[in-house]
């Protein structure tokens, strides 16, 4: 069953603790991960697309990496306003452009 | 350009009425994804829509759940006889037309409360 996992399930920071948060897939043939970011309340806010392996994109203190089989976001030196859930999802091929939803990443940093 | 939106941004149902939430997709996109979320827990898929079809309708109760997305207006998504379990935030989601650009925008939700 195609699946997307992401890990840890929560993480707390000190402010400019550098840290990383993981997601792995098992989908026949990746058409896309997508990285979201979640507050409190509110809808997802797309963040990244990352479409074959060795691929990276960046964004303020936010990097997201791509292997064959996981993607990394890298925060570095985060601020609290970085405290969020993170969320990660992946297109498979085929033509349907539903999305595969990782559970998310619930991210504290403390000032 | 205006981002997705919905409404209404909550919405109050005894059981047994009928709910109806609506989304307007950006301004480009045809393409619209019905998500449900529970308080601490993730994004459930629910249907999938292009104008005036239904794409994918797999992860949507066979029950009481209807949506539509007509030629002309938002999408609807439709909760007969709603009970105590439906209370949750419903988001929608739009995607683009343009061929690889598969990303979905999302609206701010709709927080449907059942008593």
């Known amino acids: 069953e195609d699946q997307v996992t992401q890990s840890p399930e929560a993480l707390r920071l000190q402010e400019g603790e550098s840290s990383s948060l993981n997601c792995s897939y098992t989908?026949?043939?990746?058409?896309?991960l997508f990285w979201y970011r979640q507050d409190p309340g509110k809808g997802p806010e797309f963040l990244f697309t990352?479409?074959?392996?060795?691929e990276e994109k960046e964004k303020e203190r936010l990097k997201a990496t791509l292997t064959k089989k996981e993607s990394f976001l890298h925060i570095t030196a985060p601020k609290p306003e970085d405290s969020a859930t993170y969320l990660c999802?992946?297109?498979?091929?085929?033509?349907?452009?539903?999305?595969?939803w990782g559970l998310g990443t619930s991210l504290a940093v403390n000032p | 350009n205006a981002g997705v939106m919905q409404n209404p941004r909550h919405l109050v149902r005894r059981r047994g009425q009928e709910a109806r939430l609506r989304c307007s997709p950006m301004k480009g996109h045809s393409h619209v994804y019905w998500y449900r979320q529970l308080p601490e827990e993730g994004l459930k898929f629910m249907v999938y829509l292009q104008k005036e079809n239904i794409i994918d309708e797999s992860g949507m109760p066979k029950e009481r759940f209807s949506a539509e997305f007509p030629k002309e207006g938002p999408s609807i998504l439709r909760i007969q006889q709603v009970v105590r379990g439906d209370s949750a935030a419903y988001f929608c989601?739009?995607?683009?037309?343009?061929?690889?650009?598969?990303?979905?925008?999302f609206g701010p939700g709709t927080r449907l409360t059942v008593t």
């Open positions: 989908v026949s043939g990746l058409r896309g």
């Open positions: 990352l479409y074959s392996a060795g």
């Open positions: 999802a992946v297109r498979e091929a085929g033509n349907n452009r539903k999305l595969i």
């Open positions: 989601a739009s995607s683009s037309d343009r061929l690889l650009f598969y990303e979905q925008y």
